[in-house]
């Protein structure tokens, strides 16, 4: 049966296009095939309305999207998800994923996040964005709580001066003496460390604390350090300075001289936190070492003794610390001890360095010795016993005075404080914690110098001095991530095990096999070890994160001070710069086999301790080995000896005298040698005459007519220098001239021999008759001191015959630098003289000046041949 194409077609064929293009006659179906294909209704309508807004893909209506989920997660497999970089995956912090109540998650898994990468998102015409994204994530999260609300003035320094207690004992000198300059305090903000990285104060982050245990000689530091190594249950036993059995002093050296003559290092584990520790030596011979520990730390502990007569020695130490900006606290040490007197030395602190060094203990003492302490902050009493620390009330009779010493450590927090000043004007009674994290907040932003009691000897205020380390002081910051950026704080050389080379990781993770980079030299070194140390033990680990002071061995090349990198571009730490050595000692060893080992093992100690550097003596030839002080020196010496077996001889260095003349003369010298045979004659007449100082030796030759042949002349020369080497008093004779004038000589018996005796017979001869004098050098001196010093300083530099030529002021702040003209015979002690007489804080460099007559008398004996 045939169907007229133009007849009705069935509804079913009418709605089959198939079925309808069977019904076509065939040229039409082949026209239509041929043709291009039409476009669909619906796009030659989008093509009309240009303006119409494009739908992206996401148009199709949420609920249809939810109702395909897994489909869509899979059009962008796994691959595609990890390749998302690393930034962005971290943009959305997991405890904020978490949080998004979990129907929610479930309907827009992983896959709805990625199917709107940002560059998406951001493409979406603007209102659609407005009306979904953010928001929408925002509003399936918890709410974040509002940050707790502060008093908008907190924080900001007061301008007025803050009120003083006149019941306050450390205000009685305030007018004597201005108090060391202290920085304007500083604000969270502005708090950025050495390295450029803000500090994370009471950061939870990374559980470590580096803190340098500093203070003057014999304060008790390293007994202090044992107590709290103890109290840790880092050392089985507590050891002693006395017995040479303490973790820290673990150098022979510092067992034979019962102190501490380096850095030691150990470490201690409380309430999960670990506690790096430097016992640094408070000799002030050794300072620079400590200005090195102090490169590697984030607190400070300033352990003083009972005794305001020995504050002063802090001065120096104080200076530095202040400086590096690092935060810090006093312990008032040795109250145990009768007399210890905690007032004064209190009242001595605040003099000094002024009133944000507050009491935030008091201590009990009963029969002369220390029994607790009143915690200013709680208002809590502590006993000490035996079986550890007890809390009990405060007693009636330490009432008021505990009253009196909380108001001045709120008075001097307050500073800092608006709300707790107006709190304090108000008579209003802080809250304890209120109270409590103020003195952490301030504590570690360095703004308030909190003082503790202790007793190192008998472990007393040793839990209390933990809780302020772990409570107070700031925990490092570091990007574990970053490419490594440590500094050397410390170089160890062993005879046997080799070099290590003790630094502080600032940035990245050290591992045990790393490359570094010496930013100083540029050098690429392969890590030869990591190691953590604890006393003289050495405990191997596989790597280090930001924070941790590791010991790094076989660092060939790598100075203290020296800035180690992961990579090229790390910007290197400031170096450590030390001090010019300040005393000398003459060295040669006692063997003369050590001769060509002596300079190599020089090299050893001076890589150890930097402060230490070897010189030729200028005029002397001597060799001389320069430190920052008598004792450094010596140390440095027995150092040599133990661990490189070199025995060395030490003298003053020689003082390089100088001859001269001060008349004239002319004088005849004959020499005739006659034993038969071969005779030997000269004859020779010279002219000595003074010249100008300085200007030395002149030889002339005045001959005429060959009374002398020209070539016995440069014997003659020889003849006269040789002789003026060693004058009338021993020392070289200068500033003359010498002229040969007259002569005879012989034609067989002349030769150089005869003329060069002869003319050191003439000097001989004329010498005495010159009216020689002898000549010490004379040095110019610049010594630098605080300027409340100058007086004591001028007056020892007059004793020593010195010649004052002025006063400046100092590049380095707070300072005055003296200068004069001293007899260098007169320095050999000077910088001990020095240190003595300004607290420690005087300094001084020379250099040689001139050569000026000597007074009679006042030429060494011994020197005098
Ligand atoms: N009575 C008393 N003596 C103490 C106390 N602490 C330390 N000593 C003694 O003081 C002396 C010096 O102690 P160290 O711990 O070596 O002092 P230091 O500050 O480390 O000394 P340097 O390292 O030389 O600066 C030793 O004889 C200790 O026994 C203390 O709390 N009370
Ligand atoms: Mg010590």
Redesign the pocket.
Known sequence: MSVRSDAPAHRSVRRNPRARARLRPRAEREARRSAPPRRSPRRNLRKRNPHRRPRPNRKRPRSRQQKHPRSRRQKHPRSRRQKRPRSRRQKRPRSRRQKRPRSRRQKHPRSRRQKHPRSRRQKRPRSRRQKHPRSRRQRSLPRRKPPPPRSPSKRVRRRSPPRRDPLCAPQQNQSRKKPLERKPPRRKSQNADRCGARRAPMSEDLRIRNVA?V????????????ALLFACGAIARRG???DGS?TT?CEPE?IA?????CVGFARATHDSIEINLI?????IDFFEETRAALRGVDAAVV?VEADPSRIALTHALMEEIDQLRLPHIVVI?????PGADFNATLAELQRLYGRHVVAEQLPIRRDDSLVGFIDLATMQGTRYSADGDRSEAIEPEFDVVARQSRRALLEAMADFDDRLMQELLDDVEPPTEEVDRDLCDECAHDQIVPVLV?????G?GITALLRAIERWFPAPVGDARAPIRAQVIKTIVHPQSGKLSVARIHEGTLTSDATLIDLRTGERLRVGGLYRLFGKKSEPISSAGPGSIVAIARLEGVLTGSTLAGAPTVKPLPPIEFAPPVFAVAIKPKERIDEAKISQMLARIIEEDPSLQIARAQFTSEQLLLGCGEQHVGIAIERLARKHRVEIEVAPPAIPYLETISGSTEVHSRYKHQTGGHGQFADVQIRFAPRPRGSGLLFDDEIVGGVVPKNFIPAVEKGVREALARGTSGYPVTDLRVTLFDGQYHDVDSSEQSFRTAASMAVRDALPKCKPIVLEPIARVEVTIPPHFTATVIGQLTAKRGQILGMQPSDREGREIVEADVPLVELARYITELRTATQGLGTYRWSHERYDPAPPGRVPTAAVS
């Open positions: 245990f203070g003057p000689h014999h304060s008790g530091k390293t007994t202090l350090l044992e002693s300075v006395t303490t002093d510092d001289h019962a102190q501490s003559t016992d640094t030596p408070g000799f352990v040490n040795k109250l145990d001890r202790a007793s190192g000897l008998h007393f």
